[in-house]
């Protein structure tokens, strides 16, 4: 009778873990609503979204995506995840957030050049553009990295630095520049090995990495953004789908990953848990770096109540990507909300990203 006892309370026990388990995923059914629904329209080709809160994940897929570790380029979501590969070395000691440019590379000299931190290219202060002037001839002539941060470290400053914020994928290219020639190895290692290894982001790539072109969801063209070779039909040799540019490997917008890898990714910050930078890093690299009236910036990433959607706390931190993915982590209620679609973000508005993570927010706080 005992054992039959003990099997009993066991099995009820079982079943009604399950059943909260069940009733606790059906709080992000509205935000799985929104992409159902922009899928079965055709507005959306394809889209994941994957909640995690208390450590109880929630993973939904739709479309062509046909599993939720469907593989989309990020856009600059790849910046946070770039930048952490670079503080790898910071917490090796082989920088300081407050040492000039100039001193990794001696060409980014005169004038206010010489004044530019490594904080200032991570924080968006540095006055370097967020293009180069002449980025779609670049990418016309398949150009490499080097090729790129080359003619970045020659791009005029917009303002004296640190003195104003203009977002700068260009300051984030110099700072993974930086990184290469300190750790010697090329950016599309440094992340495998410092940030996708030791967090088990098994669908994950800088670049291409082990995968292939046919292994990626494709971003949808239309209304994507001027930079990717959006409405210029000669762009199909090095627009967002092309072979070159997924190959790249573009520190500020050219990372692949699946939705539930960059859950992964955000609970490292989440939760210090110090698998890849050290936890005190981690803290550093969510707080805000930027001076009162500028947007406030972390270390890669956007902090704040504006990293995240309304009904997110102030602690939230996270970046959006203009090829429609989104993703944020709010300590105040232990949630982290990741949402990638193959629409681009200047396509429509509201986006059906933004609104499903609205739809998340709101439910975390019930």
Known sequence: MQR?????????????????????????????????RASA?????????HVVQDDEPYTRHFGKATSGDAMFLLGSISKPINVTAVMTLFDQ??????????????????GMRDDVTIRHLLTHVSGLPDQLADNNTLRKQHASLPEFAEQAARAPLSFAPGSRYQYSSMGILLATRIAEILSGLNILTLVDRGVFQPLGMKHSAQGLGRFSLADMISCQMDGAAPESGAGDPQAKEWDWNSLYWR????????????????????????????KVVKPDTARLMITNHNPAGATPRGLGFAVGRGSGSPGCSEQTFGHTGSTGTLCWADPATKTICVVLTSLPARAVKPHPRGLAAEKVAMAARR
């Open 247 to 274: 190959k790249l490997g573009a520190p500020w917008g050219g990372t692949h990953a699946s939705a539930p890898d960059i859950g992964k990714f955000l609970a490292e910050f989440l939760q210090a848990s110090g």
């Open 4 to 36: 039959r006892t003990f099997l009993g309370a066991a099995l009820a026990a079982s079943t009604t873990s399950r059943l909260f388990a069940a009733l606790g995923a059906a709080r992000w059914d509205d935000a799985a609503g929104v992409l159902e």
């Open 41 to 49: 329209s055709k507005q959306v080709d394809a889209a994941v979204l």
């Open 93 to 110: 000691g082989k920088f300081q957030l407050d040492d000039r440019v100039r001193k990794y590379l001696p060409a980014f000299t005169g």
